[in-house]
């Protein structure tokens, strides 16, 4: 990701710094559609477990994704649920929300403060595309397009809608 902004010109990038357990990490805020607080998920049968379950925002079904588990955060320590916030993306191939702990600020970083992730990561299964250098701290970019990749996960949108109608029935 981090070659693609560079080939289009750009060095400086707009991102959203947020923390999932002790450790922060950031997203460029153009895949960002928005932030929300935390709300009741409707859980989904048989999705992948990568998939916590679906909101309805706005009378649109949104896959969520716990961060969490996404980056095998091992953390014991209890949520705040008010503290909690989905972060709302949205890429060529999907709209999805991620649960973070806290979304702390809207930040500017430079290329030359980003590198790329260790090669031991693994560039086509990671979900980072950069490690940027930030306040004397390491932040991890995650790459929006690498997070979620429901094509390969068992995820039906359509169960995902009906679910979402059986619910406004039963509170309506």
């Known amino acids: 990701m981090l070659d693609k902004l560079l080939k289009d010109g750009q060095t400086d990038f707009q991102l959203v710094v947020f923390t999932i357990g002790s450790e922060e990490y950031a997203l460029p805020i153009t895949y960002i559609q928005e932030i929300i607080t935390y709300q009741p998920l409707t859980k989904i049968p048989h999705s992948s ?4 379950g679906v909101i309805n925002l ?11 588990k996404m ?7 209890d949520r705040n649920k008010d503290d909690l916030r989905i972060i709302v993306i949205e890429n060529a191939e999907n709209r999805y929300g991620l649960i973070v702990d806290n979304v702390s600020e809207v930040t500017h970083m430079n290329s030359k403060d980003v590198e790329q992730p260790p090669k031991e990561i693994g560039e086509n299964e990671s979900s980072v595309w950069g490690v940027g250098k930030y306040n ?23 169960e ?13």
């Open 58 to 68: 706005r009378g649109v079904v949104i896959p969520i994704i716990d961060g969490r």
């Open 160 to 172: 995902a809608k009906e679910k979402i109608k059986e619910e406004v029935k039963v509170e309506n």
């Open 49 to 52: 477990a990568s998939i916590e």
């Open 136 to 158: 004397g701290n390491l932040i991890v970019l995650l790459d929006p397009s690498k997070i979620a990749n429901f094509n390969n996960h068992n995820f039906s949108l359509n």
């Open 71 to 77: 980056v095998d955060c091992s953390e014991s320590k």
